[in-house]
C-alpha cells in the first residue's frame, strides 16, 4: 500500500488559514528572498567585491619590502658573475608581462641557469629595475594573500608608496559592496531584516495568545517603506549624521547596519528624524535651547530612584488628569509601572487606549515625552508607553467551563457560583470571609447582584431579608445547582466591586482551592511606596482554573469600564488605585481570588481587556464591605 505524502493540500489550507495565515506568508517570503539573493550572487561574480582601506600594519609591511635593500632581494654579485648579457630589450619583456609576479621570476631563473653575465656600464640600471620588478612582485603578492586583487605596476609603485593610508582597494567578498551595486545588497538585507522582525514578534503574540489580526496591514505596509528609510539613511549618514553618529557605512558594517536598521523599523525612523532635523534645523535660539533643555531634564529622571520617578509622575497625574482626559477621549486607563514590566527599564506613564492607531490616522498624538516641573520646582521629562488594549469590560456569558463541582459538597474557592434567579451567567466563588462575626461567601457584585445591576442599573444594594440565594454551581453550568448563601451587601463605587453572601453554614463553603489544592495564606498588603512590577501571581476561576501572570501596577486607574449584557452596556465606571496585570483571565472568572507565590491573598479579578487583568486589591473590599481575613 502507497503511504500517504506528508504535505497534501489539507496541511496547505491549514497553514494559511487562521492566525497562522500570515506567519506562513512571512516565511514563504523569507524563502523566496534567500533564494532571490543567492541567486543574483551567482549569476553576477563579478560585480562580488568590496573597497578597503589598509591597516596600519599591512602599510608598514609593505614599506618594508620597499625599503629593503638591493642585496637582500637580489644577490648583485651572483648577478654580474652569471649574467653574461640582459638587454634593454630583455628588460622590457619583464615589464610588459600582465602577471609579473610568477612569469618574471621564471625569466629570472632562465636568465640566471644560462649563466649570462651583465654587460660593463649597463649592469647598475638593469639591476635597479629587476629589484623594482622583485619588489613590486613581492608586494602584488602579498596584497593576494590578504585578499586584495588590485595590483601595483612597477611604474607606479614609487608613487604609490607615498599614499598607501589614502588610498582604496579593490578586495575579494561574497557580498556586493562596491561601486551601485551596494545599493541592492542594502535593499536586500534591510527586507529581510523586516521579515525576521515580522516573523519575531508574530510568533511572541501567538505563544502569549496576544496576536491581533488587525495590526496585518502595519506588517505588509513596512516590507514597503522600511527599506527605502534604510537607504535613504545608508546614503545621507556620513553627511547629516556627522562621525559620531556610530552608524556610518563601511564594508565591514554594511550588511550588519541594513539587517539591523531592517529589523529594528521603530528606531529607523529615529534617525530618519535626525536627518530632518540636520536638513530643516529649528530656526529660533529659544526653541534650540529647549531641545537642550529637554535633554537635560530627561537625564535628570532617569538619575532619580525608582520612588522618585514614581512620585514625579503620580504629581503630574494629579494636576493634569482632568485635562489628559479632555484633550485624548480615547484613554481607557493609566498608571505609572516599567516599559513593558521590564525591571531594568525607567518608570514612565503607561496609558492604554482603545485602539493604537497609526500616527497618520490620529488627529491629537499622545506625546512620547512630557516634561513637567514638580512640587520641588524641579523639570523633568518623562516618557509614555501606549497600549492598545480594547475595552476593560466584565461579562457575564461565559462560553467554556471548568470548576463547575456539580454535587459537590462542601463547595471550595475557585467554583462557579450565580444568582438562583439568574440563568444565563456564572462567576467566580472568591473567598471564605467573616462579617459581623458570620461566615459569608466573597465575590464580585456584578456576580451575585446580576439582575439588579444589569436590569435596573442598581450599584448599592442590602439586603436583609434573606429572599436573594446564591448558588452553586452556577444555573448555566451544572444540573444540580446547591443554594450555599444568602445574598447580604455589596456595591460598586471607583475603589470595589465587591459583595458578600451570607452562608447557609459554615460546612457549606470550605476555605481551601477547588483542584488546585492548599488555601490562603493571609493577606499580602502593598506598600505603595514600593516597586511590585514584575511580581508572580496566580488566579482561581471558574473558567481558567489556575492561571499565571505578573503584576504590571498596583495603582491603575480606569477612565470607563463597561459592564455588558447580551452586547448592551448597562453601566459605566471608573476606578481608582486597582491592580493592573498582564491579561490571564476568561469569561466567568469574574470573583476568582489573585494570589501571590505563597498562596497570600491579592484580591479578586473583575474584568479584563484585549490584553490586560484586572484586580481589585484585597484591603478594599475588606474597607469598603467590613470583612475580616478567614
Known amino acids: 500500500m502507497l503511504r500517504k505524502p506528508i504535505f497534501t493540500l489539507r496541511y496547505f489550507k491549514y497553514l494559511f488559514s487562521g492566525k497562522y495565515s500570515l506567519v506562513s506568508f512571512f516565511l514563504f517570503l523569507f524563502t523566496f528572498l534567500v533564494i532571490i539573493y543567492i541567486s543574483i550572487h551567482s549569476s553576477f561574480p563579478k560585480h562580488q567585491g568590496k573597497i578597503v582601506v589598509l591597516e596600519a600594519s599591512q602599510i608598514e609591511f609593505i614599506k618594508q619590502i620597499y625599503d629593503a635593500e638591493n642585496d637582500k632581494l637580489i644577490n648583485a654579485d651572483s648577478l654580474k658573475n652569471y ?96 561601486n551601485w551595486w551596494v545599493l541592492l545588497e542594502i535593499l536586500l538585507f534591510a527586507l529581510i531584516g523586516v521579515v525576521c522582525n515580522s516573523l519575531y514578534f508574530m510568533s511572541e503574540f501567538i505563544r502569549k495568545e496576544e496576536f491581533d489580526p488587525n495590526e496585518t496591514v502595519v506588517y505588509f505596509v513596512k516590507l514597503f517603506y522600511t527599506p527605502v528609510v534604510v537607504l535613504i539613511i545608508y546614503l545621507g549618514a556620513e553627511q547629516f549624521l556627522g562621525q559620531e553618529s556610530n552608524v556610518l557605512p563601511s564594508p565591514s558594517n554594511t550588511i550588519v547596519l541594513s539587517f539591523v536598521l531592517g529589523f529594528f523599523s521603530g528606531r529607523t525612523i529615529e534617525l530618519l528624524n535626525r536627518i530632518k532635523d540636520a536638513l530643516f534645523p529649528l530656526k529660533a535660539n529659544d526653541e534650540s535651547k529647549n531641545k537642550i533643555g529637554t535633554k537635560e531634564a530627561r537625564l535628570s529622571f532617569l538619575k532619580l530612584n525608582d520612588q522618585n520617578q514614581r512620585r514625579v509622575i503620580k504629581e503630574y497625574l494629579k494636576a493634569n488628569q482632568k485635562k489628559l482626559l479632555e484633550d485624548y477621549p480615547e484613554i481607557k486607563g493609566f498608571s505609572v509601572s516599567r516599559r513593558n514590566n521590564i525591571k531594568s527599564e525607567p518608570f514612565c506613564l503607561t496609558i492604554d487606549i482603545g485602539e493604537k492607531l497609526p500616527e497618520y490616522s490620529v488627529k491629537k498624538m499622545i506625546p512620547k515625552q512630557i516634561s513637567f516641573t514638580d512640587s520641588e520646582g524641579k523639570l523633568y521629562v518623562f516618557e509614555t508607553d501606549i497600549n492598545g488594549v480594547g475595552q476593560p469590560s466584565a461579562s457575564l456569558v461565559p462560553d467554556d467551563k471548568y470548576f463547575v463541582g456539580d454535587g459537590i459538597m ?26 459581623d462575626g458570620k461566615p459569608h461567601l466573597l465575590s464580585c457584585y456584578h456576580v451575585l447582584c446580576r439582575p439588579e445591576l444589569y436590569n435596573n442599573e442598581e450599584l448599592f444594594l442590602y439586603e436583609p431579608s434573606g429572599k436573594k440565594k446564591i448558588v452553586s454551581p452556577a444555573n448555566k453550568d451544572g444540573d444540580k445547582p446547591e443554594p450555599i448563601a444568602t445574598f447580604r451587601y455589596g456595591f460598586i463605587n471607583s475603589s470595589i466591586d465587591g459583595a458578600v453572601a451570607e452562608l447557609k453554614s459554615d460546612d457549606s463553603l470550605k476555605n481551601e482551592f477547588y483542584k488546585v489544592g492548599g488555601k490562603p495564606n493571609g493577606v499580602m498588603y502593598f506598600n505603595y511606596e514600593l516597586d511590585y512590577s514584575g511580581e508572580p501571581i496566580k488566579l482561581i476561576g471558574r473558567t481558567s482554573k489556575l492561571s499565571y501572570s505578573r503584576i504590571i501596577s498596583i495603582d491603575h486607574y480606569i477612565t470607563e469600564f463597561y459592564y455588558v449584557s447580551n452586547g448592551k452596556i448597562v453601566h459605566r465606571q471608573h476606578f481608582d488605585s486597582i491592580i493592573k496585570a498582564r491579561k490571564f483571565s476568561n469569561k466567568g472568572d469574574s470573583g476568582g481570588v489573585v494570589l501571590n507565590e505563597n498562596n497570600q491573598i491579592i484580591g479578586l479579578l473583575f474584568g479584563d481587556d484585549d490584553m490586560f487583568s484586572y484586580i481589585i486589591p484585597y484591603n478594599a473590599l475588606k474597607v469598603n464591605l467590613t470583612i475580616q481575613e478567614p
Open 83 to 178: 649574467y653574461s648579457v640582459v638587454t634593454e630589450s630583455k628588460i622590457a619583456e619583464l615589464e610588459g608581462l600582465s602577471d609579473r609576479t610568477q612569469k618574471q621570476d621564471s625569466i629570472l631563473d632562465n636568465l640566471l641557469l644560462k649563466g649570462q653575465s651583465i654587460v660593463s656600464g649597463k649592469s647598475d640600471s638593469v639591476l635597479n629595475k629587476l629589484v623594482l620588478l622583485k619588489k613590486t612582485g613581492l608586494i602584488n603578492e602579498y596584497l593576494k594573500s590578504i585578499d586584495i586583487t588590485t595590483q601595483f605596476k612597477k611604474t607606479d609603485l614609487e608613487a604609490a608608496m607615498l599614499g598607501l593610508s589614502q588610498r582604496r582597494f579593490d578586495a575579494k567578498s561574497y557580498f556586493f559592496l562596491k
Open 410 to 435: 462542601p463547595k471550595k474557592i475557585g467554583l462557579s457560583c450565580s444568582r438562583q434567579d439568574s440563568t444565563n451567567d456564572a462567576g467566580t466563588i472568591g473567598l471564605k470571609v467573616t462579617r
